[in-house]
T-cell receptor, first 113, second 114 residues
Framework: DSGVTQTPKHLITATGQRVTLRCSPRSGDLSVYWYQQSLDQGLQFLIQYYNGEERAKGNILERFSAQQFPDLHSELNLSSLELGDSALYFC????????????FGPGTRLTVL | AQSVTQLGSHVSVSEGALVLLRCNYSSSVPPYLFWYVQYPNQGLQLLLKYTSAATLVKGINGFEAEFKKSETSFHLTKPSAHMSDAAEYFCAVSGNFGNEKLTFGTGTRLTIIP
């Protein structure tokens, strides 16, 4: 158990819908990262937050957005869902802003029908 | 920019045999390198990491990796494979300060033959 929690574990929805994925980092960690794992793209970085502020962005679609709240939990919002958005979404957390070890949550499996 | 190449998407070894999973990296800055393991339907678990200290890094479950700058490699080894080692293994390189994202390789699925 990494100490990073993600909810829900599974999510099944239809095309065009909007969903919210939630992540709680390890106690004391200030950085949160979101990654997408799919069969065709592999593990891809989406976005990083540090202490409530966006720090870095990867190839995140405009339909996707995220935020980190004052209690440091983070949410990833996916809207206008397409079949190709079906994937495993991981949240990771690390202590600070440096190249610290990232600890991963168990993931949320999103299926878009 | 950083990148990682994992040679061999599937590796099979007999129980008790040496495990060798290959990883080559490219990095514009001194690299921080990681190996993660993913068991079926689970998240990523850190096996070990290299952060510019000792070049031979020991991790959990008997795994170790050696950083070789001249070869830009960070191969993962275990002297004797166990059935419980069957999983997918990912090599990753960290970005530079300001964008500490992990860039992952495509992964190597390890199968252990009884």
């Amino acid at each position: 158990d990494s100490g990073v929690t993600q909810t829900p574990k599974h999510l099944i929805t239809a095309t065009g819908q909007r969903v919210t994925l939630r992540c709680s980092p390890r106690s004391g960690d200030l950085s949160v990262y979101w990654y997408q794992q799919s069969l065709d793209q592999g593990l891809q970085f989406l976005i990083q937050y540090y202490n409530g502020e966006e720090r870095a962005k990867g190839n995140i679609l405009e339909r996707f957005s995220a935020q980190q709240f004052p209690d440091l939990h983070s949410e990833l919002n996916l809207s206008s869902l397409e079949l190709g958005d079906s994937a495993l979404y991981f949240c990771a957390s690390s202590v600070g802003r440096g190249r610290d070890t990232q600890y991963f949550g168990p993931g949320t499996r999103l299926t878009v029908l | 920019a950083q990148s990682v190449t994992q040679l061999g998407s599937h590796v099979s070894v007999s129980e008790g045999a040496l495990v060798l999973l290959r990883c080559n990296y490219s990095s514009s800055v001194p690299p921080y390198l990681f190996w993660y393991v993913q068991y079926p339907n689970q998240g990523l678990q850190l096996l070990l990491k290299y952060t510019s200290a000792a070049t031979l890094v020991k991790g959990i479950n008997g795994f170790e990796a050696e950083f070789k700058k001249s070869e830009t490699s960070f191969h993962l080894t275990k002297p004797s494979a166990h059935m419980s080692d069957a999983a997918e293994y990912f090599c990753a390189v960290s970005g530079n300060f300001g964008n500490e994202k992990l860039t992952f390789g495509t992964g190597t699925r390890l199968t252990i033959i009884p």
